[in-house]
């Protein structure tokens, strides 16, 4: 994070506050930046394994993957691998929209049913007995639907 936030600090001196937000790929630049930022905040206050803290961290990664494969197109002999990659990633488009909507409806009708509800459904007894066996709380089987009907709901 130090080093970017160098490298963007002196691009704005040189190139002046003006004109450097005229480049539209400077505003992904700074919205790196902020994210980084953002998760090493989320990740000191409420830990890594919180849900916000996860989704940042996704949107962190996949911006560094994109600047990695950006700064790849330099040498001569990634160029043309990296330039396929991202061709390819542009004509699945209409493929990985239609494979998030699926994933995300699954996640909704589970959620619906009671599979992804330690209160109700399939699980109920399964839940139950493991409450009076070990006396506290546990991961039942369907907590990952549970946490991905929550995040679909907060956004809906």
Not at 6 to 12: A, D, L, Q
Not at 30 to 47: C, D, E, K, N, T
Not at 118 to 127: A, I, M, R, S, T
Request: glycine share 6%.
């Amino acid at each position: 994070m130090v080093y970017p936030t160098i490298y963007e600090s002196i691009m704005i001196f040189k190139q002046g506050i003006l004109n450097y937000f005229c480049n539209i790929a400077n505003y992904f630049q700074l919205f790196y930046l902020l994210a980084s930022i953002s998760q090493s905040i989320f990740h000191l206050i409420l830990g890594p394994f919180e849900p916000l803290s996860k989704l940042i961290m996704v949107f962190v990664i996949a911006l560094t993957i994109k600047r990695t494969f950006s700064f790849m197109r330099i040498f001569q002999d990634y160029s043309p691998i990296v330039t396929m990659l991202f061709s390819v990633i542009y004509d699945l488009r209409i493929f990985l929209l239609f494979y998030f909507i699926m994933i995300c409806m699954f996640s909704l009708v589970i959620s619906t049913l009671g599979l992804g509800n330690k209160k109700l459904g399939v699980f109920k007894e399964f839940y139950d007995e493991g409450i009076k066996e070990e006396g506290e709380a546990f991961e039942y089987p369907g907590i990952e639907f549970e946490q991905i009907s929550y995040m679909i709901s907060s956004i809906i």
